[in-house]
T-cell receptor
Framework: QKEVEQDPGPLSVPEGAIVSLNCTYS??????FMWYRQYSRKGPELLMY??SSGNKEDGRFTAQVDKSSKYISLFIRDSQPSDSATYLC??????????WGAGTKLIIKP | ETGVTQSPTHLIKTRGQQVTLRCSSQ?????VSWYQQALGQGPQFIFQ???????GRGNFPPRFSGLQFPNYSSELNVNALELDDSALYLC????????????????FGAGSRLTVL
């Protein structure tokens, strides 16, 4: 079993829909949680950064962390075709390296 | 403020050869991390350099080695290339105030895509 599990998709939704992306993890020591967006032929770009449990909102994006369930989510409201990309979750304990999910490919249909 | 730049962007090597990948970190950053991303997978941590010293290493063999220079740029060297080394190699820089923690935000370059034939 991988430390971080993420459904690879693809997830295809119509423009304007609310998108829900999720990751589960097994290491209870993780306390830093991130969501990155990666466009084709590009490096990952940080979208959201959360420490410990709780919610964080930034524009159309909301990140949720439930440490008791070892489950994190990213919600995208009013999805746009430009949101089409691969979304990667990443997490870390107090150490130096990030552990990543495999990424979910998201397609927003106009 | 310049971001993270990597070179070359693409390269093709044959099995058994050696390769050097280069990374210029973002201005103001003092830490460089290298990741390997196979097709359809998330990045895998190779190692991190902080102030020219290796600060940690993932599950990669010794033929993967690196350097960080006084200007915080970095190199990744891979010897005796194998077919499975074909991947996107990502460099990420960050600023560490000395805590060496996982709290630092990484800025990634676009990567170097290596194909081993």
């Amino acid at each position: 079993q991988k430390e971080v599990e993420q459904d690879p998709g693809p997830l295809s939704v119509p423009e304007g829909a609310i998108v829900s992306l999720n990751c589960t993890y097994s290491n209870s020591a993780f306390q830093y949680f991130m969501w990155y967006r990666q466009y084709s032929r590009k490096g990952p770009e940080l979208l959201m950064y959360t420490y410990s449990s709780g919610n964080k909102e930034d524009g159309r994006f909301t990140a949720q962390v439930d440490k008791s369930s070892k489950y994190i989510s990213l919600f995208i409201r009013d999805s746009q075709p430009s949101d089409s990309a691969t979304y990667l979750c990443a997490m870390s304990d107090s150490n130096y390296q990030l552990i990543w999910g495999a990424g979910t490919k998201l397609i927003i249909k106009p | 403020e310049t971001g993270v730049t990597q070179s070359p962007t693409h390269l093709i090597k044959t099995r058994g050869q050696q390769v050097t990948l280069r990374c210029s970190s973002q201005s103001g950053h003092n830490t460089v991390s290298w990741y390997q991303q196979a097709l359809g997978q998330g990045p895998q941590f190779i190692f991190q350099y902080y102030r020219e010293e290796e600060n940690g290493r993932g599950n990669f063999p010794p033929r993967f080695s690196g350097l960080q220079f006084p200007n915080y740029s970095s190199e990744l060297n891979v010897n005796a290339l194998e077919l499975d080394d074909s991947a996107l190699y990502l460099c990420a820089s960050s600023f560490d105030p000395g805590t060496r923690s996982g709290a630092n935000v990484l800025t990634f370059g676009a990567g170097s895509r290596l194909t081993v034939l």
